[in-house]
């Protein structure tokens, strides 16, 4: 193991001259510019699976739709937190987050599939969860430890939708 040595001076004056850059620092390894796109498309695909399990919860209805509608409920109310959660980070990043509805519909990697039929819903919303557990994968594979920071965010995110996927495949009859 090597030891860890750093000039305690050069950092101190580097914070000092770069201090306008926020919690940007020359240990920052990850694109930057890249990163807030990412990052922008996951809130665009977070808004719209907001958007999507509001409107089954509100749409959901049926002899066995009650349960059904209030996960959805719940779900949507934690995507509302995961877009919250990469909005503060892109704003951390000095990013803006962009929740222009005209270009969120076109960045997210999920669809808005309105529904009355519950099954349809149940299978749209497995689907989006399932697309999102596979970008929220690949983000996450290609930031590496470039920013750790956005690492963990993602890494929480993609943990709480692979449940929202066991919990929709609950609904459908499947599981392990």
Not at 12 to 41: F, H, I, S, W
Not at 130 to 154: N, Q
């Amino acid at each position: 193991m090597s030891e860890f040595v750093t000039d305690v001076h050069a950092l101190r004056a580097a914070a000092r001259q770069e201090m306008l850059k926020g919690p940007v620092t020359a240990a920052y390894r990850a694109d930057l510019p890249r990163v807030l796109v990412l990052l922008n498309a996951a809130l665009a695909t977070e808004t719209v699976c907001v958007l999507r399990y509001r409107q089954h919860h509100f749409a959901a209805t049926g002899l066995n739709a009650e349960p059904v509608a209030e996960e959805f409920l719940r779900h949507s109310e934690e995507e509302q937190h995961h877009a919250d959660l990469l909005a503060a980070r892109i704003a951390q990043l000095g990013g803006t987050p962009d929740l222009d509805p005209m270009r969120v519909a076109e960045r997210a990697h999920t669809t808005y599939v309105a529904s009355t039929d519950l099954r349809e819903m149940i299978e749209e919303n497995l689907v989006a969860e399932r697309v999102a557990i596979a970008g929220y994968t690949e983000m996450i594979s290609w930031l590496g430890d470039g920013d750790p920071t956005t690492r963990r965010v993602l890494e929480e995110i993609l943990a709480s939708e692979e449940e929202h996927a066991e919990d929709m495949l609950g609904f459908l009859g499947g599981g392990h």
